[in-house]
């Protein structure tokens, strides 16, 4: 089976929701599923879906608990533990766990396709990147 043929018979994903052509920093919401735009390629987000916030090289991970709109969502940070033995290393593996009491915050869309804390900046603060739920210390800082 070809890679198209694999995601127009995938029980969900873009091409079978016939979600319109959208632009970088775009988005639809259909069905409780939420696409945008990155410019390099969609991304399909539900709530449950993970998220990361990236400051500077640091990642923290967050979940997606409500989609309030096709450009704002709401993020709940989640717990997360290191689970090698590399010590002071950039190769690292975490753990993660919904956190019902994390704190929550709301981001909104971009034009550029960032996600930002509403309230900041296009130009300062942290990205946020939903659709995959990630953690990292940088050991160099």
Do not use: C
Request: hydrophobic share 30%; proline share 4%.
């Amino acid at each position: 089976m070809s890679e198209l043929e694999a995601l127009v018979s995938a029980p969900s994903g873009v091409l079978s929701r016939n979600v319109p052509p959208l632009k970088r920093g775009e988005s639809y919401l259909s069905d409780g599923v939420l696409t945008y735009s990155t410019g390099r390629g969609l991304v399909d987000v539900i709530e449950g879906t993970g998220a990361t916030m990236s400051v500077g090289s640091d990642r923290y991970p967050f979940t997606v608990v409500k989609i309030l709109s096709p450009k704002r969502v709401v993020l709940q940070a989640d717990d997360y533990k290191r689970t090698d033995s590399n010590g002071f290393s950039e190769s690292q593996q975490y753990d993660f766990r919904r956190d019902d009491t994390g704190a929550q915050t709301i981001v909104s869309l971009r034009k550029d396709g960032s996600w930002r804390r509403v309230g900041e900046s296009l130009h300062g603060g942290s990205r946020y990147h939903l659709g995959h739920r990630t953690a990292y210390s940088d050991p160099s800082f």
